[in-house]
């Protein structure tokens, strides 16, 4: 799909995935739970992805649950925790709501961010004490692409509330980070398979050894218990296959979608009077985006509406996000903007561009062909450019 800068959101599937999945869907279709010859060999599937995502995420075999996706792994990390424990749970204020409205809904405690989006390292510390359980701090924000410091997130809740469990809902982070090195001190760790190339409706929640955890979801006692329910065969087996494709080619992926990253951001910069190039501060040498994952690129624009831009750049055949919610017909500016002290007047005109594994050359040129014009359109619109 020419224009498809969504990539954070959802990623195409690979063949290679779809693949897979297709004998699971049709002639081998049994129930991995049963006993006979057609099960066996369901499990045997079942276990062979066991095997490959454990390898992946630095974790054993039997420390993987497969689950329904991203936010029922958060979910699972957060509740399970609370519920189990019980004290207090802390997350930063940047987490995708699968994380962060679970900790509050457990009356938990937010860690600020810096202008990046990155943590706080000092207020997290001041944060910690004997009460808390679980530590939730993200490996990838899902809006602006900031990769957290998770070893120092990790030293500092070892020194100061040892008891205390570590969780990082890691689903934007497969593609670009080697996670079984950089999830190495983390007890729970969260991935989703449409992130990298797999289905919609499985991922992962890696649990270590040791670790206690209150179920969320009871019945046969599928996957250690912790997940309960027919696991979804078809998608255990695809969600192994997209994530070795993606690991074995993260290399090179990472370099080349850093070229069409930069290529991008720095094309709009010089086209699009006033643009911000969210939590990227400018350097002598230029800006430096050290910090960010080469597949987000998050931008604010004065004078310009999110939903209105939308609606031009899908006209134009460009598919993007705005990294906003919208509640009873009103948009509101993102918390996550709204943690890194985004101005709302700013926040109101975001525009999230993510790339990934199928993005091509053809993709940021239909963007910088169809952003410009649109932008223009809209301040000629409003009566004034903002900027």
């Known amino acids: 799909m020419l224009g498809y800068l969504d990539h954070a959101a959802t ?21 991995p739970s049963g006993a006979h010859r057609p099960a066996r060999e369901a499990r045997r599937a079942i276990d062979e992805a066991r095997d490959t995502m454990a390898e992946l995420l630095g974790f054993e075999p039997g420390e993987i649950v497969f689950t329904g996706g991203g936010t029922e792994a958060d979910n699972l990390a957060v509740f399970g925790v609370h519920d189990r424990w019980g004290g207090t749970v802390v997350c930063s204020a940047i987490e995708h709501h699968a994380v962060l409205d679970a900790v509050e809904a457990r009356g938990g405690r937010l860690v600020p961010v810096d ?6 390292l000092d207020a997290l510390a001041s944060m910690l004490d004997e009460t808390v359980t679980l530590v939730s701090v993200m490996a990838v924000n899902n809006e602006v692409g900031t990769i957290q410091p998770l070893e120092q ?13 570590l969780h990082t809902d890691a689903v934007q982070g497969f593609c670009w980070l080697d996670l079984a090195r950089v999830t190495a001190p983390f ?3 969260s991935v989703s398979a449409h992130k990298f190339g797999g289905p919609k409706g499985v991922g992962v929640l890696a649990i270590r050894s040791g670790v206690e955890l209150a179920a969320r979801q009871v019945g046969g006692g599928q996957e250690r218990g912790w997940r309960s329910g027919t696991q979804n065969v078809a998608g255990i087996v695809a969600i192994a296959v997209a994530a070795a494709r993606s690991a074995d080619q993260r290399d090179d992926e990472v370099e080349r979608v850093t070229k069409l990253r930069d290529r991008l951001v720095e094309g709009l910069l ?8 969210t939590g990227v501060p400018a350097g002598a040498a230029g800006p430096d985006r050290s910090h960010k994952v080469p597949g987000i690129c998050h931008l604010c624009i004065p ?27 009103a948009v509101e500016p993102s918390h996550v903007l709204a943690a890194m002290g985004v101005p709302r007047s700013l926040a109101q005109g975001s525009l999230r561009l993510s790339l990934g594994w199928a993005s091509t050359d053809a ?25």
């Open 11 to 31: 990623t195409p599937m690979r063949p290679e995935a779809v693949e897979a999945m297709l004998p699971f869907l049709t002639e081998q279709f049994a129930n």
């Open 363 to 387: 993709d940021v040129d239909r963007a910088l062909a169809v952003v410009p014009p649109a932008v223009e359109r809209l301040r000629l619109f409003s009566g004034g450019d903002d900027t």
């Open 187 to 189: 007890d729970l760790v």
């Open 153 to 165: 997130v990790a030293a500092v809740v070892r020194e100061r509330a040892p008891r205390a469990l």
């Open 115 to 120: 202008p990046r989006g990155v943590i706080d």
């Open 270 to 277: 010089a086209t699009v009077p006033g643009i911000v190039e």
């Open 303 to 329: 004078g310009v509406d999110s939903e209105s831009l939308l609606f031009l750049l899908e006209k134009g055949e460009v598919f993007a996000s705005a990294a906003s919610s919208c509640s009873s017909g």
